[in-house]
């Protein structure tokens, strides 16, 4: 026998007495048989009256009624057929009865296929708010607590279950690098859930089982049959298309929309979702921190002690004027809070990441200790959000040139390129616009030989509380931890709601603060530092006159820049690394050599003083560097080989090797050495 019952849509029947009673005549006729001889006559006998009742519709829907509703009784039935005829002539009625039991099943579920209406999933969900016209696709079976998959085989109708069901309710696309996400859905005890996700990761049947960490229903038996479920109502259109996002900030072209932790912050009218899509376990862990707690009120009152302080006020600013550098064109910058320890300058920074979320160590904020890596991923997550890291002071020296790596990248506002497999074999490097805030002991500019990076990193030396305060440092950081997360909120909806004409004047008056701020720069480092100035101006003004916070009893910019021209007012490394080698020379004239014949010291030359130039070993100059700070010898004297010695001459103050190299053959003692040989100032 075939099962070409099983998707037949029959009439409804009474499941009465009449089915079973149907059933009963045709077990009877079956009894009946008494053929002893002719086996093959024998056997027809008994199977013909199950093939009359097959091939009558009215006749097998009343027993197909019949075992749905007295399935006890039918199986009595069944069993002496059993009995009277074969097994195998059974076992072929309940298989029977059971596709009848199955099409009657999807009847009443309404399964899309075999000429029925197409059933949309909000309906066989029940979700109101499920997106209208996207329907469950031919073949599948969807109830609110399952998932199924029908399919005729050669032997028969299979059915394959996956579980709890799955859905996709939206699609996503980058609105920065038009990569695809998908929003998935799923019910667990009465409870809705959701995750977005990669694309890559909802149509893949291995990538896919990562998300069961997150709840999702899936296992490595049923990931196959869910990624065909996913990808068949994906590609619906129906399903809607809206906007994401892999990282916080300003998003898409310009500065319109802004993504704070998972809020999305548009102009008033605009329509259209906006969603971020972190896709790994710490981007999520770095939004879920961009949070509020407590109120308003109760962060200004941790502001309250500080009237008299400008070093936390500072910290408030520079956290407020990192979503102002990509408004004004103005570059990324750092605040180092370089104190002796216990003095307040880690509350500062608690003060602010709690502008904008949780001023918890790992969540708002995060040490110098982490890999280069995993910094910039984090920068670059937050994007046009402040980075905050404590404890400079930690980086061991053996470590000190991956820091000064990192903060080069995290000043420049780029990533590293990163190279990958395939014939264009590079990977998308992350950018940001970001306001550095850290502290340390000693202060992080030593880290980089780089004048540039002195330049844009402010070092705060002075203590930021007195000492004796630590009472209201304490209620400080109470108050704060307590209440955070709300003036960024009001700060970005004052920014994203701001007109053109408004924007204009913003950068009119930042220009013109930054124009009068560099007239009264002493030094080039000095003048380059004015635009933080000019910046960290801005967002003081927009906190006070425009989100009614107090004015702090203190001079916040003037303090703010007499701490600049103390901390990058003086010379440039070069001139410093250039005032200290003639220091030294001056202070150990008996061990250069002045003439050929004269006798070397027992420890040997260090180099040679002539008339007009002096040359060192290049050992020895390196040592004088190291004593000023300065480890990269090699950038400081390429700087002296294209440096002129004075402005009305064209002479450099480096005297090159053959092939423009840095060092050159000197008679020195009894033989010759490579010397580091400058020019004499005159």
């Known amino acids: 026998m075939t099962n070409q019952h099983w998707g037949h849509d029959y009439p409804e029947a009474d499941p009465g007495p009449d089915g079973l009673g149907v059933l009963r005549a045709v077990v009877e006729t079956i009894e009946a048989v008494a053929i002893e001889d002719d086996r093959k006559a024998k056997r027809k006998a008994q199977t013909d009256p199950l093939i009359h009742l097959y091939e009558d519709a009215e006749r097998w829907a009343a027993v197909a009624a019949a075992h749905a509703s007295h399935p006890a009784q039918v199986e009595g039935l069944v069993s002496r057929i059993c009995n009277a005829a074969t097994a195998s002539l059974a076992s072929q009625l309940r298989r029977q009865l059971r596709h009848a039991e199955t099409a009657r099943r999807e009847r009443s579920l309404r399964l899309v296929g075999q000429g029925d209406r197409p059933l949309e999933v909000r309906e066989a969900l029940g979700w109101d708010d499920y997106p209208e016209g996207v329907v469950v696709p031919v073949g599948w079976l969807l109830t609110p607590t399952k998932l199924l998959r029908r399919r005729q085989t050669t032997q028969g109708l299979v059915e394959d279950t996956a ?66 479920w996913i990808a068949a109502l994906e590609a619906q259109e129906d399903l809607p298309m809206d906007s994401g996002a892999a990282r916080m900030g300003w998003v898409g072209r310009g500065t319109v929309a802004y993504l704070l932790g998972r809020e999305a912050y548009q102009p008033r009218g605009m329509t259209g979702r906006l969603d971020l899509v972190a896709s790994s376990e710490g981007g999520r862990q770095v939004a879920e921190a961009v949070t509020t707690a407590g109120t308003w009120e109760g962060w200004l009152s941790a502001l309250e002690p500080c009237r008299n302080r400008p070093a936390p006020w500072l910290a408030v600013y520079a956290a407020a004027s990192a979503p102002l550098l990509r408004i004004l064109g103005a570059p990324n910058f750092g605040i180092d809070f370089a104190s002796v320890s216990s003095s307040g300058k880690s ?62 990248a995290l000043i420049d506002g780029a990533g590293r390129q990163r190279g990958s497999l395939g014939r264009l074999g590079l990977q998308r490097s992350d950018t940001w616009r970001t306001v550095l805030l850290s502290t340390s002991e000693q202060g992080i500019t030593r880290w980089s030989d780089s004048d540039g990076v002195s330049a844009r990193v402010v070092e705060i030396h002075d203590r930021p509380w007195p000492e004796g305060c630590a ?212």
């Open 471 to 682: 009472d209201e440092v304490e209620e400080v950081t109470r108050l704060a931890c307590a209440n955070h997360g709300h003036l960024y909120r009001r700060l970005i909806r004052h920014l994203v709601d701001s007109t053109p004409e408004a924007r204009a004047e913003m950068r009119r008056w930042w220009q013109e603060r930054l124009a009068q701020l560099a007239r009264a720069a002493k030094s080039g480092l000095v003048r380059r530092a004015a635009q933080y100035v000019a910046t960290i101006e801005l967002a003081a003004d927009l906190l006070h006159e425009n989100l009614e916070a107090p004015r702090p009893d203190c001079d916040v910019p003037r303090w703010l820049w007499g701490q600049i021209e103390q901390s990058v007012g003086g010379p440039m490394r070069s001139e410093l690394a250039w005032e200290a080698l003639w220091a030294w020379v001056h202070s150990h004239e008996g061990w250069l050599q002045q003439a050929p014949t004269q006798e070397a010291p027992v420890r040997g030359w260090s180099g040679i003083d002539e008339r007009d130039r002096v040359g060192l070993l290049r050992t020895t100059v390196d040592g004088i560097f190291r004593d000023v700070g300065i480890r990269e010898t090699e950038s400081v004297l390429r700087i002296w080989q294209t440096q002129q010695l004075h402005e009305t001459t064209t002479e450099t103050r480096l005297i090159p090797g053959s092939d423009n190299r840095l060092t050159r053959k000197e008679r020195m003692g009894s033989g010759r050495a490579r010397l580091v040989v400058v020019r004499k100032e005159r």
């Open 347 to 408: 509350t500062c920074l608690k003060l602010a990441a709690s502008c904008y979320g949780s001023p918890v160590s790992g969540q708002g904020y995060r040490g110098w200790s982490g890999t280069v890596a995993g910094t910039e991923g984090v920068v670059g997550l937050l994007c046009d959000l402040p980075l905050c890291l404590d404890e400079g002071q930690l980086v061991p020296p053996g470590k000190a040139n991956d820091a000064g790596a990192l903060l080069h």
């Open 163 to 228: 579980g709890l069901p799955i859905v996709p309710t939206r699609r996503l696309r980058d609105v920065d690098t038009g990569d695809w996400s998908v929003e998935l859905a799923w019910t667990l005890k009465h409870r809705r859930y959701s995750e977005i996700v990669p694309r890559s990761l909802a149509v893949d049947s291995r990538a896919i089982l990562r998300l069961a960490d997150r709840g999702l229903p899936v296992s490595s038996a049923t990931s196959r049959l869910y990624v065909a």
